[in-house]
Structure formats: structure tokens, C-alpha cells
């Protein structure tokens, strides 16, 4: 538990006594929003300033870590309810409705060859930007927030499934750039049935 999840609530009229109660759900969930809603203004502000080409959507999916236009990236949920479609791959998660839009969810990481995303309370859904005219969305691990890629090394360029170019960070984190446009046209991606 932390510190900001506990609030002081007055329990007599003596104010030096006081009792600790976690915050109601309510709350939570307003606070949630009130993030998302900064983390929406922050890559609004991204794609508009001078730097729009360096800050990117840090992401983990399955074991390997990704960088996400921010013109490619649409809304960011926590994932809900995910309806299964009958004879599919086990990729093709099924449709979820996010923000009252109905996108096919796919959990890239098992798309990639790797295990089946765990959908625990950091994974996400990544919808995919307006402007791709495409309403689908990718499960991933966990959302890392904005990365700068002027502050990483650009790594030789090898083409594989939906990464074409590859950034270390001073971590030696290396970061592979997702190309949204090229995955919703490759075919494999397109071909959901089983």
C-alpha cells in the first residue's frame, strides 16, 4: 500500500485524532481518469511540439520491449471484457468495446511466437490511432510511458514481423519500433479465421 492510497479522515472532534481509511473506489477510478486525461494532453502536446519525432509509447509485450508513434497510438485501456469470435487463431482475442468503439483485440506477443499475454493489472489495450482508419487494438504487458529516442542509439535495421528499426537506451534496453501501418497490411495479421 502507499502513502497517497491512505487519506486522513477525522473520526472525533479532537483533530489530533485521526483514523486511516483506504480511499473509496470511487475515487480511485477519478483518479485513474485524471491520469489518463494528462497522459492524453502529454502526447497531444508530443505529436504538436518540435520533438514529435523523437517521444514515443514505451511498451512491453511479451518479453521484448516496442516503441509506438504517437500517431499511431490510439486510446489506452485497462483490459475489460474482450468477447471471443468462434474459429479463430488464439491470437485474435476477440472484440472489446473501448470507449464506445468496437475493436478487434490481438495479443501480438503470441501473434509474434511467444507465449500468451498474462492479463494482469498493468497490461493494457493500445487502440490504434484514428488517422489508420482501422479499428483494432494489441494487447500488451504494460505500458512504459514516453521514451526519447534522441537519447538512444540507433541499431542496424532488420526487418521482422511489425519491426523495422531498433533503439539500445543507456540501459541497454533494446527497443524495437512497432509500424502499426505495416502490421494491419500484412496479410498474416489480417488473417484471423483458424
Known sequence: MNMSDIELVPTHTDPVERSYRKPDAAARRQRMRDFQ???AVR???ALTGVRQQTRQ???QIGPEYYLLSLREAGEIVAVGTIAPVPLTHSWFLGLANVRGN???VVDLAQLCGHGATVIDKQARIIAFGPSLSFNGAVLVSRV??????AAMTRQSAAVDHAAACFYRDADGILWRQLDVSALIADPQFLQVGS
Do not use: F
Open 37 to 39: 486525461s494528462q497522459l
Open 43 to 45: 502526447m497531444q502536446e
Open 57 to 59: 509509447l514505451g511498451l
Open 144 to 149: 512504459m510511458g514516453l521514451r526519447d529516442t
Open 102 to 104: 468496437l475493436v478487434s
